[in-house]
Nanobody, 123 residues
Framework: QVQLVESGGRLVQAGGSLRLSCAAS????????MAWFRQAPGKEREFVAA???????EYADAVQGRFTISREKDKNTVYLQMNSLKPEDTAVYLC?????????????????WGQGTQVTVSS
């Protein structure tokens, strides 16, 4: 079993920055594929960013150029640096993991999920 714990979400003004963290523990290692998704009230869960064991990354168009995903393998932790935040970025941000995914943006490929951390961007 793998446990994922997110942290770092809070209220921030538009234009501000936040860094989210996702700490993985249990039966996992640094070769897992990791990703961030988000879910706003009344909306479906959507892909934000993904990183594989080689640190290759992929981003949703909505966050490209503003968000950066990274990982510290020795800490089994993945980060999401979010800059130039907009009110439409408001959502619960969830961390996901799997030994290997075919399509990083497809939530169905991920076996493990965290509980999420709330990010609220005020205008």
């Amino acid at each position: 079993q793998v446990q994922l714990v997110e942290s770092g979400g809070r209220l921030v003004q538009a234009g501000g920055s936040l860094r989210l963290s996702c700490a993985a523990s249990g039966r996992t290692d640094s070769t897992y594929d990791m990703a961030w998704f988000r879910q706003a009230p009344g909306k479906e869960r959507e892909f934000v960013a993904a990183i594989n064991w080689r640190s290759w990354t992929e981003y949703a168009d909505a966050v490209q150029g503003r968000f950066t995903i990274s990982r510290e393998k020795d800490k089994n932790t993945v980060y999401l640096q979010m800059n130039s935040l907009k009110p439409e970025d408001t959502a619960v941000y969830l961390c996901a993991a799997a030994p290997w995914v075919v399509i990083p943006a497809a939530l169905e490929g991920y076996e493990y999920w965290g509980q999420g951390t709330q990010v609220t961007v005020s205008s």
